[in-house]
Each structure stands twice: as C-alpha cells, then as structure tokens.
C-alpha cells in the first residue's frame, strides 16, 4: 500500500539495499530511488577490482536494479556493457524478487600504478564510459519464466556516463522521457562499498486530462531540475534514510512512496549448472580442458566458486552424453 507520509520515517539503521518506488503528485512522475550496501560489497568481494572497475560496477548494479523494477516481469533481467576499452566486459544480473549479482572483466596491466584510477571517489567522472569502456554498446535482456518470452534492448556507448546511455535509449528506442543519476563508491576511506541510482520517467498516459500540457512541461522540467541537486554524498550517506532524501528533494511537489523492494546477493551457480555446461561442450573438449591432474575445474565468475569433476566423473559425463544422443 502507499505512503504518503515520508517525513514520518524510521532512519535506516545502516547503508539499505532496496529499491524506494516514489511518485511526484504534481506532474504524475514516477521515479525509483535505489541503495546498495552489503548487495554490492558481497558482489564485489569476489574479485580484486581497481577501484574505478568496482566503482563502474557499483554503477552498473544500480542501473540494472533501477531498470528491472521499473518492469512488471518474472525472471531474469541482465544488463551487460561491452567495449574495446580497459573494461571489456561489465554483466550485471537480477531476478524478479531482488537476487542481484554481476562481475567485471578487465586488463589488469591497463590499471597499474595509478593510471586510470579516477578522481575523487564522490565526484562524478563525466568521462567514466569512454575512458574504462571505449566504443561498444549497452544491452539488457528480459527473460520471462514462465511464458518463455525474451526481450531485448540495445543501444550505443554514447556519452560519458552509463546514465547517458541508458539516456539514449529511452529517447531513441522508447520515445520515453527518462532522467537517471548514478553513483558508486568502492570503498577505501573507511566507508564499505556502496552504490545508488535515482530514476525518474514521465509515463505516458499518467498526466491528469484536466492538467494543461505546458503545466505538465514544467512539472517535468522541476523535477530534474531537483533531481540533478542531490549529491553523491547524499546518496550514499548512510546516516541519510533513503526517505529522507526524496522528501528534501519532492516535498513542495507532493510526493507519495510505495513498499520498498527488497535487494540482495544471490549467486545462482551450482554444481548442476557447471555439470550442465561441460555437457553442452561435450565429450571431445574434455581433454583440452584438464589441468595437469586430470581434473576440470569450473569456476563461476560471478563468485568465483570452483567446481571440480575427476576423470571419472568425466567418463560419466561421457557415457551419459552418449546414451542421450539419437542414433542415426
């Protein structure tokens, strides 16, 4: 059920993980309000990341979650960016009830000393995209569980900011007006991993009919006109309540939240899967990928869990693959 009363809130006991559904009442604005604590730092604590990598990545699991709640699916929603730049790969994964996971692949030489480390960690870099990523482009799918239905969404690399390319898409392939601000910071000073993402839309269709269109013009022009004043600090400060922050910034407009969303860890590998996918590679791969005790080693890369078959198991890998396939 909504609320309405955001003054009125209980303060966050520490940095949330959880997604806030908001509305602006004057201009029938929807917007989400995202903040990831432990969720990325559990995400993070797998790999060794440079700090503007894990910072990238901190950004990418906002984005992710501000983009998959904002849909009405059961699944499986990935974001993936791809370049030809130091970072070549960013993957970031959520299921409809909140299990959140992703990792980075990157050139670790690109990072030595400090080349590539960034600026203040609490300052916008205005050119994060192109000096990690390069050229490349920005996709998310949708996966439907139970209907089987995939969807899909690509757009450039264009701009200086993730936030800017999903900008582009919005205005390029969904003719919807869309404000996004993203934020990370990858520890070190004392303060744990944390990101954000502030999301707002002007849906079509929400508009009041008695509500005049250069009315609404400005109502949506105001509300990112606020959005654009609430800082990093801000949003990932943990002693500031994520209700707090919208009620600063939307309170004169009226504002109205929902139940949050609960966001978490969740890696979804396991010995099946990794047993799965030897199979699909089949039976004559098997040699190349022995390490030099005759075991193959899995590993996830979103956890980095191994898992280890013997050749025995790999015979019955074999043997089973065989008596699976058809007969000619």
Known sequence: MPRSDVSAAIPDRQFPNHVQPFRVENG??????????????????HNKYPKPVGRILGETLALAAALSTALKFEGNFKLQAQGDGPVSLLVVDITSDGGLRGYARFDAEAFDGDNLQG?????????????????????????????????????????GS????????????????????????????????????????????????????????????????LMSSVTSQELLDAELPTQDILYRLYHADGIRVYDKLPLRFQCRCSRDRATDMLINFGGDDFNDMKTENGMIVVSCEFCRTDYEFTEQELIDLKSAESQESPTT
């Open 162 to 225: 993730l936030a800017d390319c999903a900008h582009t898409y919005f205005r390029d392939s969904e003719q919807l007006e869309t404000a996004i601000k993203l934020t990370a910071h990858y520890g070190g000073d004392g303060v744990a991993p944390r990101a954000a993402a502030l999301m707002i839309q002007r849906m079509p269709g929400d508009k009041p009919p008695e509500m005049p269109d250069e009315e609404a013009e400005e109502a949506w022009r105001n509300a990112v006109i």
């Open 28 to 45: 029938w604005i929807r917007g989400r309000l995202i903040r990831l604590g432990s969720a990325f730092e559990q995400t993070a604590v």
């Open 119 to 159: 600026q203040d960690p609490f300052t916008a870099d205005s050119d994060l995209v192109p000096r990690l990523l390069g050229a490349g482009h920005l996709a998310f799918t949708v996966d439907q569980n139970l209907e089987g239905d995939r969807y899909q969404g690509v757009t450039a690399l264009a701009g």
